[in-house]
């Protein structure tokens, strides 16, 4: 099978290196998007252990339309009946982008009408209960390139499971789990986020040290599936269970100047199963010090959108710029979507890295040493 996992603009080749890293086959980073060839196993191996794709779907057919004919020709001749069964739900969503297909409420009708034909030819049935399985068929058409694919994911991967509560403005767990990567986060790091918000980067650096999955303690879309043996499920389970590293001496400090904030991340920590790994205390950036031989800084500090103005976001830029220490050892990974970052923190970054933030066009600054 194909598969295509969707990721935020700009984490493609981090994500496909992750994939490559455990083991998946034929993988393919595209705009927006990683492609990786396999069975179920790969896919459940996708889910379960993928940090940074929102999903993982099941390419069905991809194609070009311009008009609705080809448009249900193309989705009536993909394999349908080798996924979904006769009591099966499969609803249809997606979205279209510089196409002559632009109606997405008619895609859909299409898409169904054509699933159902051909569903209808294989087992001889009018009339489809769907009070099963759900089968999510998702399309997405850019340049007139029809993709029709199955969600294999449900909720997306970036709901770990861990995020209780959350407060004013959390980073995606996909986009901290990304800056993590590009701090080369090793098992024996000390890691500290001193805008730590609701803990996130640091219980995505936890749990990348101690080697637990990020989709381990969640469940999927495909577990529901009859056509995916519970075996399969369950070697790959056990197996990213063997993959945890008690023994990691990995330790984190999380600094925020709200108190509440700090509650939710100790919370988030514990559920995380790293509440042991993170101390959290309340201290504000001007009073931020630190004495380690080694240490890697990762933040999203204020962004002057949703919290503070321009003008103070860039205040905490030039404080930040004083209080980290350029010395051996120490490591500065930090996101802002402010092209006069480096100007107000007062270096030049050893290496740059432009990602999407949702919506927003941020840059990662990297300062090694
Ligand atoms: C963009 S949020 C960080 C969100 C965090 N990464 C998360 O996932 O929840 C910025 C954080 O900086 C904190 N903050 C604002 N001014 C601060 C200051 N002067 N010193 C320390 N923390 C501050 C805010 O309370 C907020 O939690």
Redesign the pocket.
């Given at each position: 099978m194909e598969f295509v996992a969707p990721c935020l603009l700009g984490l493609e080749g981090l994500a496909a290196n992750e994939l490559k890293f455990r083991g998946i086959e034929n993988v393919r980073a595209e705009n927006g998007r990683v492609l990786f060839s396999g069975g179920y196993a790969s896919m459940v191996r996708a889910n379960i252990c993928s940090s940074m794709c929102a999903r993982v779907f099941i390419l069905l057919a991809e194609f070009e339309a311009r008009d609705f004919d080809t448009l249900f020709e193309g989705v009536k001749a993909a394999d349908w009946s080798s996924f979904i069964g006769e009591r099966d739900a499969f609803p249809v969503k997606g979205n279209s982008l510089d196409s002559a297909l632009t109606s997405i409420p008619a895609c859909q009708k299409i898409i169904k009408k054509a699933v159902v034909e051909s569903l209808r030819q294989h087992y001889g049935i009018s009339w489809f209960e769907e009070d099963g399985a759900v089968h999510q068929i998702q399309f997405r058409i850019f340049k007139n390139r029809v993709s029709v694919m199955l969600d294999t994911t449900g909720e997306a991967l970036n709901k770990r499971g861990y995020r209780a509560m959350?407060?004013?403005?959390?980073?995606k767990e996909t986009l901290?789990a990304a800056m993590v990567d590009l701090a080369r986060v090793r098992a024996d790091h000390t890691v500290i986020?001193?805008?730590?918000?609701?803990?996130?980067?640091l219980i995505e650096a936890a749990r990348k040290a101690l080697g637990i999955m990020p989709g381990i303690d969640r469940s999927f879309a495909f577990e529901q599936w009859s056509q995916v043996d519970p075996d399969i499920v369950e070697a790959e389970r056990q197996r990213a269970r063997d993959g945890v590293r008690k023994d990691a001496a990995f330790i984190a400090y999380g600094?925020?100047?709200?108190e509440e904030?700090l509650a939710?991340?100790r919370r988030n920590a514990e559920l995380a199963g790293v509440g042991d790994r993170i101390v959290f205390e309340r201290?504000?950036?001007?009073d931020?010090k630190e004495s380690f031989d080694r240490a890697t800084v990762i933040?999203?500090?204020?962004?002057g959108e949703?919290?503070?103005d321009i003008e103070q976001a860039r205040e905490?830029y030039r404080?930040m710029g004083e209080r980290f220490e350029r010395k051996p050892g120490h490591s500065y990974i930090l996101i802002s979507p402010d092209d006069s970052f480096e100007r107000c923190f007062g270096r030049t970054a050893d290496k740059r890295r432009k990602l999407y933030n949702g919506t927003l066009r941020c840059q990662v600054y990297m300062y090694f040493r």
């Open positions: 959350s407060n004013d403005a959390p980073i901290a986020d001193p805008f730590c918000g609701s803990g996130t980067i600094y925020d100047i709200d904030a939710v991340a201290r504000d950036i001007s931020y933040t999203n500090p204020p962004y949703r919290m503070l905490l404080i």
